[in-house]
């Protein structure tokens, strides 16, 4: 199968990457179904590159629907160990103005009923997410922001909300109460399914409004939205080819080993089917996890 190490999922207004070499389709059926479309696989600046439109092609999946694991799944299995999730998020704070672009820290979960981990039905694993995106990789991404001349804000947090409706305006103006940065629908359940396959994940969030909270704003509308979006999008493109080359080959942060004493459930008791679909994820540390048998 080809392989990629880094892949990019385009969010609302990127459905494609432009620039691209050596361009091929992949098709990948998992064991949790088809993710959101096919696999574009190519050369980004010297970099093997897997390019999954999130929504699909024409924007036909809504984010409460989302197969994210999928998504997760499918690229992890074309060796993908870092993921830039691109997004297009309303700001909860005046400073942060439509056009600019944000690199979140940390998570408020408020979507609800989403399939958010690869562990049920008969083994359990505990990930750390106190830090819920790669600060490597949120780095590099900051530093090819900076040098593309972007308007952007590095830290903050992000509420992942659920759709697809968009915020009432005093479920809007508690989210700013609370001193949440941006707000989106899609950043959960991928941030914790990319964890829990051990891959680094950071989002470049494109500011499209500031949200009903705001004194003056009646209302968020599609129209506003994909009106910035399109103002946004060329320099995200221009960001992400800088970015390539950054990347280091080794990974030392906490996303690269996330599993190593997460699985609590022992080996034997977890189902046969539930190893051969997590195979991909766990066969490395269920082979450590063999008992020894004294034999003496």
């Known amino acids: 199968m080809p392989e990629a190490k880094v892949g990019i999922i385009g969010g609302s207004g990127l459905y494609n990457m432009e620039g691209m070499t050596e361009v091929e389709e992949v098709k990948i059926t998992t064991p949790f179904g088809e993710p959101s479309d096919v696999i574009i696989l190519g050369n980004l600046e010297g970099v093997k590159v897997a390019f999954l439109p999130r929504h699909g092609k024409g924007h ?10 999928a998504n997760i799944y499918a690229l992890k299995s074309l060796g993908v160990e870092r993921i830039i999730s691109v997004s297009a998020v309303g700001s909860l704070k005046e400073e942060i103005k439509p056009l600019d672009l944000v690199i979140p820290d940390q998570l408020i979960d408020r979507t ?30 900051f530093e090819a922001a900076t040098e593309a001349g972007a308007n952007i804000h590095k830290g903050g947090t992000h509420l992942a909300m659920e759709g697809p409706q968009f915020s009432t305006k005093a479920e809007s103006q508690l989210y700013h109460s609370w001193g949440a940065h941006i707000i989106s629908m899609t950043a959960l359940p991928e941030a914790k399914l990319a964890r829990e396959a051990e891959i680094c994940y950071a989002v470049l969030a494109m500011v ?14 599609t129209e506003m939205i994909f009106s910035n979006l399109q103002k946004c999008v060329e320099i995200v493109r221009k960001i992400l080819k800088l970015m390539m080359p950054r990347i280091p080959e080794k990974r030392d942060c ?3 080993t996330a599993l190593k004493d997460a699985i609590v459930t022992s080996p034997k008791y977890i189902p046969e089917k539930i190893k051969e679909n997590l195979d ?3 066969g490395k540390y269920l082979m450590k996890q063999v008992p020894h048998i004294d034999k003496s």
């Open 60 to 69: 036909q999946i809504s984010p409460t629907a989302l197969p994210v694991k």
């Open 112 to 141: 609800m009923g989403r399939d958010n981990t690869f562990f049920t039905n008969g083994i359990v694993a505990h990930i750390a997410f106190a830090e819920p995106f790669c600060p490597v990789l949120s780095q590099i991404l």
């Open 208 to 221: 499209t409004d500031l949200d009903c909270w705001y004194p003056g704003y009646a209302s968020v509308t």
């Open 254 to 256: 906490i996303c690269a």
């Open 280 to 282: 991909l994820l766990i």
